[in-house]
């Protein structure tokens, strides 16, 4: 293993939006603020700020508008810095666009029964109400990520095969999203699954427009991602503090923490840009706040 280390990789920060979301404490727009701006000074490039939806459904987010406007108000070099949200639908497409987003997230999963508990959808009814809100976005020039969740084990027992994946990734990219996250959203991933989805994809994807999104919910996270390394993949997302938890797994760890994959990349020899130690005080300080 490890025979294709590539010399850059991409690191896509999810913690203020999927981390903050599944913590129950709820942070200040402030600290928030803070929170990313730090994230900034670390050497962290793409960051997933917050999430344009509708108010109640998740008060950790609700001031995603807020947030916004104090980020296009700091002096952040927006040529390197670049900025995602989670958008549902064209309402709150519209509301993103008004915050200078660069990119949007839409959302689906490969498991029929895990989307209809968590959008009240179907697969293809997801995919249904994520079309216009991508040719909405590309018609405005923001490029559109899709997440892909329950990508390698659902928790109510649906489908996560690779057959249905590659159908999932095929479906996304035809109606215009250029980055796919494919996501282990219970750590039910290893490396031979991991390497076997990739092996698949990459026959009918360019791998650099395929990005892995773990769970350290089994402490296999990292172990992951070096099989996804390994087939080519430069892409990863990660949570600073491994922030987010695993809300199928009381206790668990969720997304794999960026300080780790940091750590992991520089030992192998690949490049991050990110300043490990500023980065550990950063992910710290917000740990510091959600347990206080
Ligand atoms: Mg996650």
């Known amino acids: 293993m490890l025979e294709n ?3 850059k990789i991409k690191i896509v920060e999810v913690g203020p939006r999927d981390g903050l979301q599944n913590e129950k404490k709820i942070l ?3 600290q928030k603020f803070q929170f990313i701006m730090g994230l900034i000074d670390s050497g962290i490039t793409s ?3 917050s999430s344009f939806v509708r108010a109640p459904k998740i008060p950790q987010l609700v001031d995603a508008p807020e947030l916004f406007k104090m980020l296009n108000e700091a002096k952040i070099d927006r040529r390197k810095i670049k900025f995602s949200a989670l958008v549902p639908n064209l309402k709150g497409l519209e509301v993103a666009k008004g915050a200078n987003v660069d990119e949007i997230a839409v959302f689906t999963a490969t498991s029929d029964e895990f989307n209809k508990k968590n959008i009240n959808a179907s697969v293809d009814e997801s995919l249904g109400r994520i079309l216009p809100v991508c040719k ?3 018609n405005c020039g923001i490029k559109v990520r899709g997440y892909i969740s ?3 084990g659902c928790p109510y027992g649906g ?3 690779t057959e249905t994946l590659l159908k999932l990734c095929d479906q996304l990219v035809k109606i215009g999203v250029s980055e796919i996250s494919v996501g282990d959203t219970i750590g039910m991933a290893s490396p031979l699954i991991v390497k076997k989805h990739i092996r698949n994809l990459k026959k009918h994807f360019d791998l650099k427009t395929i990005a892995m999104h773990f769970h350290d ?4 996270a990292l172990v992951n991602v070096m099989a996804a390394l390994d087939e080519g993949i430069t892409i990863f997302d990660s949570s600073a503090g491994g922030l987010g938890g695993c809300p199928y797994a009381k206790g668990a760890s969720g997304n794999v923490a960026t300080e780790q ?3 992991f990349f520089e030992q192998i020899g690949i490049k991050t840009g990110v300043n490990l130690t500023k980065l550990k005080i950063v992910a710290e300080s917000v740990k510091s706040i959600l347990s206080a």
């Open 150 to 152: 329950t990508a390698f």
């Open 47 to 49: 960051i997933e700020v």
């Open 217 to 220: 919910t089994n402490n296999m």
């Open 159 to 161: 489908d996560s095969s």
């Open 261 to 263: 994959l940091v750590f």
């Open 28 to 30: 200040t727009t402030d």
């Open 136 to 138: 909405e976005a590309i």
């Open 5 to 7: 280390i590539p010399s």
